[in-house]
Structures are given as structure tokens and as C-alpha cells.
């Protein structure tokens, strides 16, 4: 690559590796072939229009045509939106018009979903399986490939790494989704550390060029946390789920030797019940959104999945990753146990864990902090939204609104969101860990940690337990007594109380939506 | 980090690993400890007049006092002229003078080699072991980090990823040195990429964070190939073996548990060399300058050491590395001998073999061609030199001068320097195949083959052999004839005459000095 613009990769991959496999559905493309059909897309969209600086928002499931997507996009200079189909309609409805989207190009899976978008944008593209679209008239996808010709269009060499490339959302639960626009230096630089940094540590989620991916994160998550683009940067065999439950993502892992997944907790979870009784499953798992629950990890581990936890965000991209510490035994239950807790900044990435008066806090791993992040991608601040970028991007760095403890080894251990946590006696109580702890409980499926206000203390936690059989509240709270002579928790953490409850809401990132969970229990 | 600028890389360090070690002789460092000294001394050296584009000549061993001279002068903006102390007086002369060189810094063990330099800078430091230097009045670099404030200077904040920071030049046999000045974006990732490579892919020479590094190449080629820079970065422990020989360098590795190297073949023959009678040596070998010749790859593995392949050069950079493909097994002995003959292009490098009309040769592992290379980190020319600048880089690509094949997988085998080959009745001949191939025979310790005038082919292939034992030229012609039966090499290859000689002429860089052979051989 002459320039570190995102369509520029391929030609390292290309000369590579030409024949490496992409899977998505019943098609099988190789790099070979997608760069033809990336080149006919991007020469068609070109003549209608589509040029430097338009904004184009894609609503797909993980396909292979919403991956040529960021790389014809990237060709033409244009400014691919990645849409969160999982915000409410009316966040998305917001997102778009934000955005100033002028066109759209939606998967045929969500026609319905999608309706009321229609009158939002001038252009429509239907990401249909063939060149046959729900509705004559509407261009598809498929059909503008076959009316390419495969030349690369003249404006691939005028990109330059600082345009713009990337826009996409938060998922914010309070107020409405906030924008980051990134340059293609930026996101290429955040993705491709993240591959770098799996691949100069040991950790459970190593990657390495012959590897096997299948990213179950969404592309509009931070573009599947980078693999759009280091996967084809590797020139590795990726496979792409689209549309996919539990089942079918265990079939695809057998059938394509997928060796590589990234995924939420929620959806580990998931995948490991489909096992059956003693069946193992021999893959490595970047794991992030929400902490791992130690329980899940040991669960993981039995079934010879490894794993490890990222931290990070669309507001700051990826910022740090656990890894086994050097010197450490990597079979050990400590390596275990850091790489479900504990995160080691990504190479070029400064993390510090600050008070409220801007100092550091010490390196002790017991006090808390919020989480202050600085790296060479890291933006100036949200898309048109100068009020609340002065909040959170200061002097070049990046606060993140999380509360984390940092250990004397570097090590970070993200706690909470700050909003989120509890706050009793004048002292944070770190529900992660009090959630991670509950979950062990073989009764226990899921816990979730809230303040209750309470007279005295300010608040006093009150835990949410969605349970796996029925079990005692006095048992839960022996249970968490032991944990306290143990010394793995405070005392004055333990609930006061604790309430059942069916289902734990979770926001569209996967994690327990905190927010709607106090409405819900009444404390809001 | 938040600029790609080289001193930025310490503070990723210093969060991760502060306490790791650099060994340098006698002197033991943290890298916490380190970065003090270099505080001190960037403090000292502002003050004295050093700053944004100053030019400073450094002329050491591999050094801790050299590695902090790297870090100190990136913060004041200053530039290294890494010096090549192997280069003639007189060329050497050529390049402080080319360089304009403001300072120069000199180790006392090149004392009397640097006299004859004095007079062509104004300013001189002693790198002495200790703050009093070899005479009075001169500054000594101990000195100077005992006067400094331990204090980011203002200026390290102003240094900018364009801005000029490393300046070095080629060892070329014909003319004068030629420089290259890179900016600290393009050594930094250069640098960086070489270390991602060999993390990324399965090879003989991997890169992991909890590796020991101690680099042989001299810090003059491209800072020891990139090492001053990348082993920071990974925050790894790092010996610097000074002056030292093959006996030293062997005690160091087993002393400070080191686990990978870099050396030219020379140097691994020489290692290798001090073994016991069936003795090991567990040694991760990055190896180049010049091929690899399959006797001593097949050593090196008989010893337990894993090696692989690196093709590049001061004006490019990295370019490749020889890597295991996907999908062959690591311990086979084909990958053994891809591993010392075949190299991959580092990842966002792009390269391609082209004839004389600037076509590509079919990539079918036996047309030759020239070795054409592309990066984002590749110079637009020679530093002060159009001339000679504009016959290498074209079109945004430098062309090498090198010979080689491209393989159906996209690997290279680089055969010879253009000027160094032999074209027989219009063909190539690989002179590097031959005395790769020469050199398996138990009786031959080291082979060269250069050109020697030929009425009817133009030229024909002469070898020159250094032997172990006597050996008749009959002998080596027959071995070659059954290497041909083989498949190996092609008949017209066999060379028509062997001399045998004392030694070879080498480079400053370690390579044949083939112009110099044809001279004593009377066929310049």
C-alpha cells in the first residue's frame, strides 16, 4: 500500500494471498474475486454519484457485501455510516438525519424495520441476494455489481489517510446517540493494533495469519472491533454470519475451521449451551461489552474455549486487551483468571486511572478511578456536537465516563460505568465484581447490580438475580459472606437486598441497560 | 502515545513495563531508569544548543548510552546520523560532510579511527564509560547526564510525526555512500512492522513481548534493523553486546536468557562456530544482507537454532520476511528451506518482480526479474542527490537493482544484485542458487561466483571457493552435475572454472564485495 488509506490494504492482500477464502451464506468469494466486484461496485456507485464526502449509511447484518461496501466506499472517498439496527426507530431515524445520510443500503432482511427510513434519505439500495430487489424500480446491490466495470476508479488515489472515512453512533442510555467521525488513518490504525497487540502477547484470543475468523460482533460496532479490516489485512479465511442464532454459529465453526471468534458475554453464553454434555469447543474469543462473569469463563474453559477481555469504545476505539503477564505461566488458573479481568493497554495506547481532581490514583489495585485514555487515534471530539465533546475529550485525552482500578503491574480492571455504579458511604462499590461473584453461584444464571437510595449511606446496592433454580435470599447472602472471609469482596459491598426477576434488559450492545433496570425496580 | 513520534513510544512503555531491563556491559537499566537519563539528557543537550534539525553524528558500538542517544535527540527534535563506522576513512569523511553534521558523539574505543573526523565538526562528545573522558575540556556524555534536569524539555511536545529524525547511508561498492533521511513516521513504522510481521505469521525468527532481544546488527543499518525502536515498544528486556565476538556474544545469550538475534550469515557461521561438540543453542535468528546458504541453514537447525530470511535495505526499509505459508507444517524441511530462501512481504508492503519493459514476470518460481518495492513509509529519494535519486524511485516505487523470482504464493527468492549477476547467452543466472548449492559440500566452507568475460556467451559464471580441505575442481564440477540431475540448478549454471582463495572480500554490511572479488581475480 502506497498510502494508509482503508482500500489500500488490499493490494498487500492481493499479492499475498489472492486466494484466501471469504464465506458469507452459500456464497464463497476469494480476496481475487471480492476486489473484482469491488471494483465494479465502487465504478457503478461512482457514475450515480456517490464521491468524496457523501455520506452513505448501511443497515446489514456481517456480509460479505456490506464488507465490499467499506472497501468500494473507501475507493470514492465517501463516508460510510455503519447503522445500529438495534437503536429504537426513532434513534436511527436521528442517527440518519444527523448524519446527513444521502443514501441508504438496507438488507432486504429488515424491509419493515427500515420503512419509515424511506422518506429520510433521496437514495435507496436494496442489499438483496440477487439483482432481483423486493421492489422494481429500487436499485439492488447485486445488479449494480454486474453494471460495473472492474477498473479501479480514478479517486482511489486521491484519498488521503486524513479524510474522512467512518462515521458511527453510541449507544448511549441516556440522551440521544452521540457521533464519531474517524479519518481512515484513525480506524485503520485502532484495528490493526488490535491484531498486533493479540498477536505480540500471549492471550486466549491470539490471532495470528492462520487463523480462522468469524466476527459475531456487528460491523456497526466499531466496524466488528477492526475486522473489516485486519482480517483482509492478514489475508486470512474470514467467514461472515449474517443473519445467524447460537446453532447455526456452532455449525459454521465446525464446518469452516473457524479458530477465531469475537462476541459479547451474552452471546459466549449463548453459544457454550449449545453444546452438548461434554462436547468441547477448541476456539479463541475476544470478549468485551460487559465484563466476563468468572462463571462463564470457567464454563468456557472447561469446553476448551479460551478467551480474553478488551475494553474499549466508539468514542475512543480499542484501547486495551488482557494478556498474560510476561513470566507468567499462560496454563496457569492466575492467567485464567487475568485474562477474564485484567487489561494491558494496546501498544501506542496510554490509559491512566484518575480522581476527581485529575490525579493519578495509586497503582494498588484497590482504588478506584475513572479511566482516562490517550492514543494517536483518539478524535478531537463527537461528530457536531461541540457541548458534550468539551465534557469528554480534554487536552488530548479521552475520559470515559468508566471507573476501573489499575494494578501495580499496568493491568486495568474496568469496574463500571460511573453512572452506573454505587456509591455507599462515600465509597465506590465496584458492582462488576459483586456480579461476577453472584454469578458463580450454581443457582445463579445472570446478577445485576444497582443503588438503592438509601438515608444513611447515600445508596446501598440491591442486587437483580435472574436464577437458574430457586434459591434463598439468605443464601445468597451467606454465600457472598464467605466470599467477604475470602477477602474477594468487601463486606460493606454485600446487598442489603436482593430481588428476582425474570429477564435482565440489556441495551443493543448486549449489556444489562442499568438504566431501565432501576425504572423497572422502581428506583429510577 | 499521542503523536507517531519516537520518544512517544517510551510512554507506553513506561506504563506497561517500567521495570524491565537493558543490559549494556556492566550497566544494568530499567526502562523507567533509562528514561530518566534520557530526560537528563535531552534537558543538557537543549541547553547546549542542540534542537529542531540539528544534525548529530553518532559513531558507537551497540550501546545503552547510543539507545538513549535515539530517544533524547527525537524530543529536541534533532536528527541521528547513525554513522557507519566500517566505511572508509575517506567515505566516512564524505558522509559527515554530506550529512552537515553539527555534533558528533564517539565512542573512546574508536578514538584513534575517529581523529582525522575532528576537524569537520564543530562539536564533540565523548561516549565515555564514565564522566571523565580520554582528555580535558571535552564534553563526555556521562557528564552531560549528570548535568541535566530529569525534565521533558518543551520541545518534545513540538515534534511533529513529518518532522526529519533519522539520516543514514548506503554501503555502496560503486560511488559514494548515498543518504537517506526519513521522517520519524516512516523509521517508527518501518520499524514497527518488522516486529508486527514476525508476530503475525509463523517463523523462525517470531517476535513476542516476552522475548529477550539482543540485536547484532550494528544501530548504523536502519538502528539495527529496526531494534532501538521496536523492542521499547514491546517493553521487552534488551542486551547490547558492545564490542564483542562470537565467544562474548554466546556467554551474553546464555547468561541474560536471550531468545532472539539479529545477524548477517557471517556472524550466525561464527556463532555458531563456538559451540561444543553437540552442543545447543535455542536461538530465534533474524538473518540477512545477504543469502542464507543452505549448509549453514541446515547447522543452524542441527543446533536447535531457528532462523528466517529478511530482504530490505537503507533505502526502503523492511520490505520482506520469510515466513512459514499457512497451511505447511512449521517443523517440516520444506519449511525449513522456505525459511532461509523465501520471503513474504511485511504487511502493507507491496512488491513486484518486472522485467526490463517494467512488466511483471509470471510468477511461476524461475523467471527473474528486478525487485520493485512500495510502502508507505518509502523515501521520495536520496537525501541531496536528484540524480541518482531519480533513477531508483519511480513512480512512487523503488526499484532495487536486485534479481529475483516470485513464487505462485506471491514469495520472492532475491538470486543476486543486478551489477553482481550473470547474464549467460541472455539468461540469468542465479549466482546466489550456486553458491548456496556450492556451499552444502562438506569441502567448501564459502563460495562466490561472478561473471567472467565470455567470447560466445557474453559472459559465463567462475566460481571462487574457500575451502576446508583440499578438494579437485573435478570434484565440486561432478557435485554440481548431480545437484543438476536433481533438479536443482540448470545446466548451463555449472560454472566452467573454480579458483580457490584464501578469502572473500567483504562489505562494511558483511556481504561478498563481489566488484572487489572480480578486481583480485583480474576480471575487472
Known sequence: ?????????????????????IVSGPVRLTYEKMYERILRLADRLGRMGIGRGTVVGVMDVNSHRYLELHYALSMLGAVIHTLNFRLSGEDLAY???HAEDEWLFVWDGFAEAAKPLRRLVPNWVWLSE???GPEPGTPTYEGLVEEGRATEPQSADDVDETAPYSLFYTTGTTGRPKGLLYRHRDILWASLQMAHHLALHRTGASVRSDDVFMPLIPFFHIHGWGTTMFVPYLGAKLVLPGRSGPREQLELIRREGVTWCNMVPTQLQMLLGELEEGETLPLKVLTGGSPLPTGLARKARARDVSYSLIYGGSDQLGASIAVVPEGMDPASPEADQILATR???MPMVEIEVRDKSGSLV????KTIGEVWVRSPWLPS???KDPERSEESY??????SGDLAVQHPDGTLYVADREKDAVKSGGEWIPCGVLESVLSEHPKVEAAAVVAKPDERWGARPLAAVKVREPVEKEELARYLEERVKEGRIAKFWVPDDFVFVQDLPVTSAGK?????????????
Open 362 to 365: 495509586p497503582r494498588d489495585g
Open 1 to 21: 500500500m502506497k498510502k494508509f488509506v482503508v482500500h489500500e490494504l488490499l493490494h498487500h492482500t492481493l499479492m499475498n494471498r489472492p486466494d484466501s477464502e
Open 130 to 132: 440477487d439483482a432481483e
Open 95 to 97: 442517527t440518519i438525519r
Open 381 to 383: 471530539g463527537y461528530y
Open 343 to 345: 487489561m494491558r493497554a
Open 512 to 524: 444489562v441497560h442499568k438504566a431501565a433496570l432501576r425504572e423497572r425496580l422502581g428506583l429510577a
Open 394 to 399: 480534554v487536552d488530548g485525552w479521552f475520559r
